[in-house]
C-alpha cells in the first residue's frame, strides 16, 4: 500500500460526507492534476460560479483535504490552494458499525463510482482526439478471478505498490522537468466479490 504521509484514510463521517458531494470530488481531481490553483481557476474548469467553488473549497480544507499554499496568496480573494495528500480511501470496515455510518459509506463510494465511469466515458466519447499511442495504450479490462479474502488483499496490495511505483517515476521526472509527452492518466481499478 501506499505510505501514510501519501495517503488518507478517511475514517470519521464528517469527513467522507464532505468528500462525498460531486462538485468536491471534481474540485479535488482538478486540483490535483494542476497541483496549485485559485477558486477562479478551478471555477473555469468545472463551469461553477467561484463563490460556490470557494464555498467548497473552503469545506475540503475544513477536513484537512487540501490547504492554503502558504506564502502565495495574495489577499483573501485570491488564496492559492494545493492538495495535502496524493491518495484518499475509505474501507467498509471503519464505517460498517453502525448502520447509519455503513448508508453514508455506500452513498459516498456510489458517487465516486459514477464520476469514475464518467471519466471513462468521457474519454470514450473523446478518444478520436487522441493520437494512435495513446489510443493504442489506453485499456479497460476485467478478469474474473477464484479468490479467497486474503489472496483479493494480497492482489489489492500488489497492484497499489505497482500504480505507486509509476506515480513516483513520472513525479520525479516531472520535477526534473520531463513533462514532454506528459499527459495526466486516470488509472482505475476494483476488485469484489460477485455471485452469477
Same mark, same amino acid.
Given at each position: ?55 467548497? *473549497? &473552503? ?8 490547504? /492554503?499554499? #502558504? ?5 483573501? !480573494?485570491? %488564496? ?66 477464484? *479468490? &479467497? ?8 496490495? /500488489?497492484? #497499489? ?5 509509476? !506515480?513516483? %517515476? ?27
Amino acid at each position: 500500500m501506499t505510505s501514510p504521509e501519501q495517503t488518507h484514510r478517511v475514517k470519521d463521517l464528517d469527513t467522507l460526507k464532505a468528500l462525498g458531494h460531486p462538485l468536491r470530488i471534481k474540485l479535488y481531481r482538478a486540483l490535483y492534476v494542476a497541483g496549485t490553483a485559485t477558486a477562479s481557476q478551478l471555477a473555469d474548469q468545472v463551469d461553477e460560479a467561484v463563490s460556490l467553488v470557494s464555498y467548497h *473549497l &473552503r469545506k475540503l480544507a475544513r477536513h484537512g483535504v487540501i490547504e /492554503e499554499v #502558504a506564502g502565495r496568496s495574495g489577499d483573501a !480573494r485570491e %488564496r492559492w490552494w494545493q492538495p495535502v495528500m496524493t491518495s484518499i480511501t475509505t474501507t467498509d470496515e471503519d464505517f460498517r458499525d453502525a448502520p447509519d455510518r455503513a448508508a453514508v459509506h455506500t452513498a459516498v463510494s456510489r458517487v465516486y463510482a459514477r464520476q469514475r465511469g464518467e471519466l471513462y466515458e468521457s474519454y470514450l466519447d473523446m478518444k478520436a482526439v487522441w493520437g494512435d499511442d495513446w489510443r493504442d495504450s489506453a485499456f479497460a479490462a476485467e478478469t474474473l478471478l477464484p *479468490l &479467497r479474502p486474503e489472496e483479493l488483499r494480497s492482489l489489492r496490495d /500488489e497492484l #497499489a505498490e505497482v500504480v505507486l511505483g509509476y !506515480r513516483r %517515476r513520472a513525479e520525479a521526472a516531472r520535477d526534473a522537468g520531463d513533462t514532454e509527452g506528459r499527459e495526466n492518466v486516470a488509472v482505475q481499478t476494483y476488485g469484489f466479490p460477485f455471485r452469477a
